[in-house]
Every structure is written in C-alpha cells, then in structure tokens.
C-alpha cells in the first residue's frame, strides 16, 4: 500500500484514527494535533495535511466527552496562530530566494505562485480568507512574509483568521459530528468537507482558464 493511499485511508477515516489515538496516547492527543495543525499552517512542505477535517472530528469526539472542547479550541487555535508566524519568517528570510529559483527541492513552486497571485488581489484578508483554503493557507503567511507586509499588521489577521478556521470546524464537528447520519457517512463527510474546501481554488482555477482561453480565441480572430 502506497503512502497516498495510507494518506486516503488515515483522512476518510479520521474518526476510527482519533479515537485510537485518544486510547493510546491519552492527554497526549492534544499535542499530537497540535502539532499537525502547527505543521500544516507552520511548514510550506506540509500542505497535504488534514486541517479541516481533522478539526470536525476533534469536534465531534469532544462532543462525546473523549476531548475537552475548551481546551482543543485554545491549542488548535495556538497552534494555527503559531504555525503561521513561523511561516511568515520563514517567507521573509528565504522567501525572495525560493521565488528566483526554478526547481525547489521539497517545495511545490506552483503552488506557491498561486497563493501570490491570491495575496496580490486581496491584500492582507489573505492571511483571513487562506484558512479555509487547503493549499493557500499553508502559502499563504510565506508570500506574506516575502512581501515584507508589516508584522504587527500580519498577527491582527493571522489571530482573526486562526480563531475564526479553527472555531468554525471545530464548533461544526461538536455540534453535527454525533448525528446519527453523519456518523454512519464519516467517510463520505471527510470527502464533502474537503471538497467544499478546495471548492473556491477550484472556482478559481476554472475562472482563470476561461479567460485565459477567451483571449486566446480573441487574438486568433484579429
């Protein structure tokens, strides 16, 4: 079995996993999502992580009491806002390099060059707007860091956007994790939430073919 289906496997079944790791590791737990959280907001090698999905089950297994709700919502939301600072230094002091190279070993330079195009059209929300799209939000803080944009400036959004990323998932995962419908669907849940997320990337992406498409035929016609 191959590590992108150990990957599929471990995300549709998030709800099997946590609870293995709630039995194994204890208190522990917290730290374990901790620090997934910090790595998917905090390293630019690290996008492939399941941020949202991993929030909603967090959520729902706080609902049945195996988490306290409290205080996942204070370390997730520490460790996004943590995670993101990271990455915005890590923007400012290697950023300007990575973007004049070509090739970058463990780094996916497209996608990179996407968040900044994302950062350029709407500022500073970025940094707000990112945390509920995979991919951007881990980029997202590293290209703010790369164009320099005032720290004091960044940490007002990082906290807004942590605070709000990790208060809507989680809350969603308490609230609906447990009904009946949806515990029996987990896996088909983890596909939607992924799916919505990815949805305004894919908009995006679609949106920017057909004009580039449509300009394309334009200039055929003169």
């Not at 620090?35 to 992580?49: D, R, S």
């Not at 060059?113 to 991919?135: D, M, N, Q, S, W």
């Not at 990323?165 to 029996?184: E, K, M, P, S």
Request: include cysteine.
């Amino acid at each position: 079995m191959d590590i992108i289906t150990l990957f599929t496997e471990f995300v549709l079944h998030l709800d099997q996993n946590i609870n293995i790791l709630i039995a194994t590791f204890g208190p522990w737990t917290y730290v374990i999502l901790f620090a997934v959280i910090f790595c998917e907001t905090g390293l630019v090698v690290a996008p492939f992580l399941p941020g949202d999905s991993l929030l909603f089950a967090a959520g729902a297994f706080a609902a049945l009491g195996s988490l306290d709700f409290a205080l996942l919502f204070v370390s997730l939301a520490a460790a996004a806002i943590i995670g993101d600072t990271v990455n915005y230094w890590l923007g400012h002091y290697v950023g300007p390099k990575v973007f004049t190279k070509k090739n970058v070993r463990f780094m996916n330079k497209e996608h990179l060059e996407r968040a900044h195009r994302f950062y350029e059209k709407y500022g500073g929300k970025t940094i707000v707007l990112a945390r509920f799209i995979p991919i951007i939000r881990t980029f997202a803080p590293f290209v703010a860091g790369i164009g320099a944009m005032n720290y004091r400036r960044f940490i007002v959004y990082n906290i807004l956007g942590a605070v709000a990323w990790v208060a809507v998932f989680l809350t969603g995962g308490y609230l609906f994790g447990n009904i009946q419908v949806v515990r029996d669907n987990f896996a088909l849940v983890m596909i939607a939430i992924i799916a919505i997320s990815f949805a305004p990337l894919a908009f995006e992406l679609i949106r920017r073919r057909l004009k580039a498409k449509g300009k394309k035929s334009l200039k055929n016609r003169e």
